[in-house]
């Protein structure tokens, strides 16, 4: 295989005069000015006029969606890290930019070690010539005459304020490989803005203007700034290899339960941040201490830390195949926003079913049996939905009591909050 | 129905899935957060060899295909807002070939919805998201023996069919915990992608099988291109010619001949009414055939796991019964509609709910009674 970036560096896809033959030549030359062997390195192009170099490359080539290919080659550019001595460029139009400007702000600010190149002839050449963000005030575009932006977004100036080590700033004319081998060579992420006009759309639509004029008028002046990234390096994260999966989730079976039926549906009613949601995991927990099948189903509103928390736990002799909620026989109200919630089943309760409700609630319009209980003020709010469990305990004795507290002193809870407190007064 | 259980614990689906996909060989997971989905990162965060925390649904699904032109399989799991915005980013990977596998935990719709409720309402949405009538492999989980067994297939079907694979389930599958017997959990085949080997490498050159060989872009043995364009063998962009055309249509043909179908189909005998569910309604399935069993009701149940490609066979295991009663927690029974039609014949029968799961007691009335 031939050494060099192009296939033939004479005959590119461009129209004549077209800057993007520029920027595909002054690469050649950096590449290989840095000695990089074609296979080294990955080209990803993005949508536009640019794009089509894709067929005169020697090198790897990728090849996306519009605006993506920043985003795309910073996924290739971190799985190969800093040190790989491989090289991912990106070339995208200022077209591409616009679209993806996130892609470029989050590529700077992740150090992504690649470097990307800006084709900016301030329009969208392969769409007919629309405006992009990067259109400079003054400059007319066939798609949009005399209507040009309220100014333009500076990429050199964005990609530096979100971290990137090397940014800098050319005119698409005359020999600027110079500064594109500087860039390549760049550890971590670079960018490039190459400043060009546009024969078929920038020049008709302009007449007369000159490159460097423009740059000068619109203070597109070339520029280089070279700096230390923002993005810290960390090490890499060892802790994987641990399955998810281990012994150390079985529940040992030491008690045996009382349940005479198949089934018992318990619902706990309570607020967010009141212990509700990890009360109704031990439950579950002890449940199987006994040897019984259980589940624990979550309800809460998107908002993790107010309103209603409220969890549905099904103890089973067999399988549990449906773990949703069907008329439950125990519900354990512990607050206002859990009364609430659980309105609709205490109106069909049936008079089997049996209620503990906090005692400064008031009484719901129920057929189920009623025990208020000082499930919140007992031992705070915060346990108010353990302490319903314990006192369920008492209440149902369809588990092993002691079961309960061995399993509540195996958990973290127990640390912070004594079992004791939880035990009948 | 009791069996015994010789490792008890209580665990969620979201656990299981996450280490089925890592042991499977998934090493990559790109996450951004949304609800139902947030159990699958935090287990993410702690298995999967590299976690990129994304800013965006696009840049996730862009930095995993280039993870994947690494020779990586990347994981994500999000839900219907997130996949939405990842379309247009899973049909270039689907054109490029890459392998990746996006696990879509189902949650009321439209829109942002109801984040916390779940729901079975992105069948349509899976189903055209190809423009052109492509499909991607669809497993749908059932129960927790899913979570592992088609988490693993997931993957495996991604690296050896190169294609972006949908793992499909909803937010009472992964953030429910249940008892669950981890004795049940067989040992999985870490799947590697292999290189090419050989003279002339053309990225776009299929096998038997349809599906080309794959080599890295950090390799420097053969130049690959890989593009998101109509393209021919060496992967350069084409307009509608015959060789690229071949190409495209080869994509259809890979997916639906390499596509294993999945499903459980438990048979009565003399029973005349199939009920057909899947994801978490198949639970409630379940239970309702066990309880009509019980009292005398014959019925037979059939949990459809592969869902795209629609498998033939299961309308022709369908054709063999009286009455078809298909469960789905969305609106009109989106499933039911791809399965046998828009307006099928009264022979078929929808229970559908929305905003709640669908319940036993709801498919056994559609079963027994005379309509
Ligand atoms: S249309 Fe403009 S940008 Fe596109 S190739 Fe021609 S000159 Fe270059």
């Known amino acids: 295989m031939d050494n060099t970036f192009l296939i033939d560096s004479r005959d590119l896809p461009f129209c004549k005069g077209c800057g993007h033959s520029s920027v595909a030549q002054m690469t050649e030359k950096a590449l290989a000015k840095l000695g990089y062997h074609p296979l080294d390195v990955i080209m990803v192009t993005d ?33 190969l890290g800093k040190k790989s001595g491989k090289k991912v460029i990106v070339f995208l139009g200022d077209g591409g930019a616009t679209i993806g400007l996130q892609h470029i702000l989050i590529a700077a600010h992740h150090n992504f070690p690649m470097t990307v190149v800006v084709h900016n002839n301030m329009l969208y050449g392969m769409t007919g010539g629309q405006p992009s963000e990067y259109t400079p005030d003054g400059f007319n575009t066939p798609t949009a005459p005399n209507r040009s932006s309220a100014g333009s977004l500076d990429i050199v100036q964005l990609a530096e304020a979100a971290g990137a080590g090397y940014v800098s700033r050319v005119a698409g004319i005359g020999d600027f490989s110079a500064e594109m081998a500087e860039a390549i060579a760049y550890e971590g992420f670079s960018l490039v803005e190459v400043m060009e006009i546009c024969p078929s759309y920038g020049v008709k639509s302009n007449p007369g203007m000159k490159l460097r004029q423009l740059m000068d008028e619109t203070g597109y002046l070339a520029t280089k700034k070279v700096k230390t990234p923002i993005h810290a390096d960390h090490p890499a994260y060892e802790g994987y290899n641990q399955s998810l999966i281990s012994d150390k989730l079985l529940v040992e079976q030491l008690f045996t339960h009382r349940m005479t039926k198949p089934t018992v549906r318990i619902l706990l009613a309570g607020s967010a941040g009141e212990g509700t949601q990890s009360a109704a995991e ?35 002799t067999g399988t549990i195949y449906y773990s949703g909620g069907t008329k439950p026989d125990f519900m354990l109200i512990t607050s206002a926003d859990g009364l609430d919630y659980a309105r609709p089943h205490l109106a069909q309760a049936e008079s089997s079913a049996t209620v503990l ?54 958990g973290k809870l127990a640390a912070k909050v004594p079992v004791e407190t939880f035990s009948a007064k | 129905m009791t069996e015994t259980i010789t490792k008890p614990a209580l665990i969620d689906g979201s656990r299981l899935i996450t280490e089925a996909c890592v042991q499977a060989g998934a090493s990559v997971f790109v996450g951004y957060p949304i609800t139902p989905a947030n159990l699958l990162y935090s287990y993410a965060n702690r298995r999967y060899q590299v976690m990129m925390a994304a800013p ?11 993870y994947a032109a690494l020779g990586k399989i990347p994981v994500t799991a999000t839900s219907f807002p997130g996949y939405a915005l990842m379309v247009e980013s899973i049909n270039m ?27 079975n309402g992105d069948l349509n949405v899976i189903h055209g998201t190809i423009s052109g009538g492509f499909q991607l492999p669809t497993f749908c989980i059932s129960n927790f023996d899913d979570c592992w067994r088609l988490s693993a297939k997931a993957v495996h079907t991604a690296a050896r069919l190169r294609t972006p694979v949908v793992l499909l389930t909803s937010k009472e599958m992964v953030m429910t915990q249940m008892s669950y017997d ?61 060789e690229a055309l071949d190409n495209t249509r080869r994509l259809k043909t890979k997916v639906d001949t390499g596509t294993e179908v999945v499903f459980d189909y438990d048979k009565q005998e003399g029973a005349d ?24 009701t014959k019925a037979a149940l059939l949990v459809l796991k592969t869902l795209f490609p629609i498998p033939e066979k299961y309308v022709q295991l369908a054709s063999g019964y009286g009455k078809v009663v298909v469960a789905e927690e969305n609106l009109d029974g989106q499933y039911r509609r791809l399965l046998f039609g828009p307006y099928h014949d009264h022979r078929i029968k929808g229970v559908n709910v929305m905003g709640r799961m669908v319940k036993p007691e709801e498919i056994m009335e559609a079963v027994e009674s005379n309509g």
């Not at chain 1, 640019?50 to 067929?55: A, L, M, Q, S, Y």
């Not at chain 2, 965006?56 to 280039?66: A, R």
Request: aromatic share 6%.
């Open chain 1, 47 to 79: 949508i536009g006029c640019h794009g089509i170099i894709d067929k005169s490359l020697r090198t790897h080539t990728v090849h996306g969606l519009h605006g993506r290919s920043v985003a795309i080659a910073g996924g290739i550019a971190h799985g």
């Open chain 1, 282 to 316: 031990f439950l579950a927990r002890v449940a199987m201490c006994n040897g019984l099948q259980a589940s624990k189903k979550g309800h809460y509103p998107v908002t993790v830390g107010v309103g209603f928390s409220a969890a549905e736990v099904i103890l089973s």
């Open chain 2, 93 to 119: 990977a689907q054109m490029m070939e890459l392998p990746m596998v996006i696990i879509l935990v189902q949650r009321l719709g439209p829109a942002t919805g109801t984040a916390t409720a779940g729901a």
């Open chain 1, 357 to 410: 409700i906090d005692e400064s609630l008031p009484l719901p319009e129920t057929k189920a049996k009623l025990i208020q209980l000082p499930l919140r003020a007992a031992a705070g709010v915060r346990n108010a939905a353990m302490m319903s469990i314990f006192r369920w305990a008492d209440v149902s004795q369809l588990l092993d009591s002691q079961s309960f507290i061995d399993e509540y002193q195996r």
């Open chain 2, 273 to 296: 009414a199939l009920v057909i569910a899947f994801d978490i309604t198949a639970q409630a399935a379940r239970e309702a055939i066990v309880r009509m069993r019980e009292k005398g």
């Open chain 2, 182 to 242: 981890l004795s049940r959990l067989e040992d999985i085949e870490k799947v590697e992608i292999k290189g090419f080997e050989g003279e002339n490498y053309l990225p776009y050159q299929a096998n038997g099988s349809h599906v080309p060989a794959f080599l890295p872009v950090n390799q420097k043995l053969h130049q690959v291109r890989l593009t998101a364009s109509t393209h021919n063998k060496a992967g350069i962009l084409q307009n509608t010619t015959p």
């Open chain 2, 56 to 66: 965006d649904e696009i840049t996730t699904l862009q930095w995993m295909s280039g």
